[in-house]
T-cell receptor
Framework: AQTVTQSQPEMSVQEAETVTLSCTYD???????LFWYKQPPSRQMILVIRQEAYKQQNATENRFSVNFQKAAKSFSLKISDSQLGDAAMYFC????????????FGEGTQLTVNP | DAGVIQSPRHEVTEMGQEVTLRCKPI?????LFWYRQTMMRGLELLIY????????DSGMPEDRFSAKMPNASFSTLKIQPSEPRDSAVYFCASSKGQGLNSGYGYTFGSGTRLTVV
């Protein structure tokens, strides 16, 4: 069974600084997608970024980028120039073709942004 | 598009009562998912539908839970009878395509916070 692990329950960063959230996963699949979702206090789940496992190039969306290490099964999220609005719970998630569109989530990392 | 619409946003009910949560997926999306979020268990998939047909309900915790999707634009999750341990946030999500063909992750609704007292 696939598992997703986020080893950092809480992280904090100063406004305008950079922070990296960690995620590791376990799978025997070769084709899959990885995602980072953001859940602010409004509890809306918002897709931040996604990565296709067959792509070696790391995905980037504005201030958000990932470091995807397929061999190490690692998928970290880097937030540059952190803003107060980035404060939220961040979930790493995994989806494989054979899982029938099932998303498996990590435990989440609560990010605090200090002014 | 209004996104995935869930109702109600909050629900407080007494133990033993029937609770019905509602979801309207994004038009054109052929997959619909129900997730439950709790502090103890995180986000867990309860059931999902493809073209209104239930595909995998292995995450439904027990017979007190049931879900239906009578048409492409509406789904319900029912708990009867409800118990305090059912208190959680229930999310509905929809996507177009399966697995890697969807590729874009899901679009989630805003969730229903259920409190059973």
């Amino acid at each position: 069974a696939q598992t997703v692990t986020q080893s950092q329950p809480e992280m904090s960063v100063q406004e305008a600084e950079t922070v990296t959230l960690s995620c590791t996963y376990d799978t025997s699949e070769s084709d899959y997608y990885l995602f980072w979702y953001k859940q602010p206090p409004s509890r809306q789940m918002i897709l931040v970024i996604r990565q296709e496992a067959y792509k070696q190039q790391n995905a980037t969306e504005n201030r958000f980028s990932v470091n995807f290490q397929k061999a190490a099964k690692s998928f970290s999220l880097k937030i540059s120039d952190s803003q107060l609005g980035d404060a939220a719970m961040y979930f790493c998630a995994y989806m494989a073709e054979t899982s029938g569109s099932r998303l498996t989530f990590g435990e989440g990392t609560q990010l605090t942004v200090n002014p | 598009d209004a996104g995935v619409i869930q109702s109600p946003r909050h629900e407080v009910t007494e133990m033993g009562q029937e609770v019905t949560l509602r979801c309207k997926p994004i038009s054109g999306h052929d997959y619909l998912f129900w997730y439950r979020q709790t502090m103890m268990r995180g986000l867990e998939l309860l059931i999902y539908f493809n073209n209104n047909v239930p595909i995998d309900d292995s995450g439904m915790p027990e017979d007190r839970f049931s879900a239906k999707m009578p048409n492409a634009s509406f789904s319900t999750l029912k708990i009867q009878p409800s118990e305090p341990r059912d208190s959680a946030v229930y999310f509905c999500a929809s996507s177009k395509g399966q697995g890697l063909n969807s590729g874009y992750g899901y679009t989630f609704g805003s969730g229903t916070r259920l409190t059973v007292v």
